[in-house]
């Protein structure tokens, strides 16, 4: 079984800056598409970044060259680094791994104020 813990959300103004990250506790890590989604109140979760096993990523059109991926195999962990934050930006932010099986962490919270 996997676990996925976030971290790293909070209050920020606009053009700030955080950082979040996901634990992965289970086997496996290295095999597993890493990615964080968002959930805006009253929208649909979306994919904002995703990381292969490879290290190959994707981003959102909406958070391209302000938003970065990354993942420490060593650590079990995978990283979102956001930069220059937008009021738009404000959602729950979701922690996923797949590969056979799919798995959610808890969410963490992502305020911007303008």
């Known amino acids: 079984q996997v676990q996925l813990v976030e971290s790293g959300g909070g209050l920020v103004q606009t053009g700030g800056s955080l950082r979040l990250s996901c634990v992965f506790w289970?086997?496996?890590?290295?095999?597993?598409?890493m990615g964080w989604y968002r959930q805006a109140p009253g929208k649909q979760r979306e994919l904002v970044a995703q990381?292969?096993?490879?290290?190959?990523?994707n981003y959102a059109d909406s958070v391209k060259g302000r938003f970065t991926i990354s993942r420490d195999n060593a650590k079990s962990t995978v990283y979102l680094q956001m930069n220059s934050l937008k009021p738009e930006d404000t959602a729950v932010y979701y922690c996923?791994?797949?590969?056979?099986?799919?798995?959610w962490g808890q969410g963490t919270q992502v305020t911007v104020s303008s």
């Open positions: 996923n791994a797949q590969d056979a099986s799919e798995f």
């Open positions: 289970g086997n496996l890590f290295n095999y597993y598409v």
């Open positions: 990381i292969s096993p490879g290290s190959s990523s």
